[in-house]
């Protein structure tokens, strides 16, 4: 028959394995911790270089004029610890609706990391509402952060940007956009999308547009010819 004696030492071997486990299982933990504390320190060098690749980009792309009055919003996610609260970048980009542009359009990159923190994420996102077109809505970039590839990020933030300016004047030639500003050129006898309009003119308390100069040019010289008096 087995002592108590006994059975405490097989109790106690059990407790200090469990122990040991547990000692593991922090130290990895702790190793775990420590990794990730390092690749966010990279995360947060490497988002900056994106940023710095970004920002140009967006002004160069704000200043072709059919886009210069796009509103711009900048939003931070922020989580954790003032000192590593840095998660995620969005950076929006609204057309305001115009006789072009009628309805909602917005697009977007946010930039993140994977959950290991061991890849920096660019996402392409874009809205147009209401949708009469195919286009690409969403794309995905995956940036290693020991590694990133500061050529490739930019050629992609390119390629974004002239995408989505294909897909910007689709709507000029898609008639469901377009329907609610068609006018008639007076002269041509042509109705067409103002947006496509080579000029306008006021004539009696009208203003007509004209889809090539030289209509606006006949008109001008002899505007009764084409519009009855009012």
């Not at 954790?80 to 609260?85: C, D, F, I, K, L």
């Not at 995620?88 to 994977?114: I, M, N, Q």
Request: with cysteine; charged share 25%; glycine share 4%.
């Amino acid at each position: 028959m087995l002592s108590v004696d006994q059975l405490i030492q097989r109790l106690s071997a059990e407790v200090a394995a469990a122990t040991e486990r547990i000692h593991v299982l922090q130290n990895e933990a702790a190793k775990v911790f420590l990794g990730q504390e390092q690749r966010f320190v990279r995360f947060i060098a490497v988002a900056e270089r994106i940023n710095a690749i970004l920002l140009p980009r967006i002004e160069a792309f704000t200043k072709v004029n059919v886009f210069k009055d796009i509103i711009q919003d900048v939003r931070l996610e922020l989580r954790g610890p003032e000192a590593r609260g840095f998660h995620g970048r969005t950076t929006t980009l609204t057309v305001p609706s115009s006789d072009a542009c009628p309805g909602k359009v917005e697009l977007s990159f946010r930039l993140g990391h994977d959950g290991p923190i061991e890849n920096a994420i660019m996402d392409y996102h874009l809205e147009i509402l209401p949708i009469f077109i195919k286009f690409d809505s969403h794309d995905e970039l995956v940036i290693p952060i020991d590694n990133p590839d500061e050529g490739a990020i930019a050629a992609w933030i390119d390629d974004k940007l002239v995408g989505f300016t294909q897909t910007y004047f689709e709507m000029y030639f898609t008639e469901q956009y377009q329907k609610q500003s068609f006018e008639m050129d007076p002269v041509m006898n042509i109705r067409f999308p103002r947006a496509f309009a080579a000029g306008q003119k006021e004539y009696q308390g009208h203003t007509y547009h004209f889809y090539t100069k030289e209509s606006l040019q006949a008109f001008e010289k002899f505007p009764s010819q084409y519009v009855e008096a009012r």
